[in-house]
């Protein structure tokens, strides 16, 4: 099995030889006309490398996991350890809002709603005049009789 599995292509070599075959043909239209056949074969190329990306992007995934889920299947203490590791780091014990320490739960909810409510809202300000200082650094380049003429409905 371990020298069959040697003799087959790596998701990351099929990838790059999917590349390279579009790339090759890609360059090859640019020379010749165009045809129907040039473009089917076009559009197979590039299934054939999104599929290979697909392939090479699952490869990988499954291999990030490998050593999780042997640990997890040998040991059931070092699974609970993890889960409770992240359930940790992702607890929020106390927040620092401008000099206070802030505990419980409730006032650590009330401050983090009103700190994200003031980040993403905008003051209100006076609207702009047509004269104000971004606005006048733009040339005006039509006169108000011409925008009349321009703005009018049509007739």
């Known amino acids: 099995m371990k020298c069959w599995a040697k003799s087959l292509k790596s998701p990351s070599s099929r990838r790059i030889e999917a590349h390279e075959a579009l790339e090759i ?9 165009v045809t129907q056949t040039l473009i089917s074969k076009e559009s197979n190329l590039q299934k054939e490398l999104h599929r290979a990306c697909r392939l090479e992007e699952e490869y990988w995934r499954q291999n ?5 889920l042997q640990a997890r299947d040998k040991n059931t203490s070092y699974f609970h350890k993890q889960a409770e590791t992240r359930k940790h780091f992702k607890y929020v014990n106390e927040i620092q809002l401008q000099d206070q320490t802030v505990k419980d739960f409730e006032g650590i909810k009330k401050d983090a709603h009103s700190f994200f409510k003031d980040l993403y809202t905008t003051p ?3 609207p702009l005049g047509a004269n104000s200082y971004p606005l006048d650094l733009i040339p005006h380049l039509i006169h108000e009789a011409e925008n009349m003429n321009l703005t ?3 007739s």
């Not at 043909?25 to 006309?33: G, N, R, Y």
């Not at 990030?64 to 999780?68: D, E, G, Q, V």
Request: glycine share 0%; aromatic share 10%.
């Open 25 to 33: 043909h890609q360059l090859a239209l640019e020379e010749s006309d």
């Open 64 to 68: 990030s996991r490998i050593f999780w």
């Open 124 to 126: 209100e300000e006076i």
């Open 152 to 154: 009018a409905p049509i």
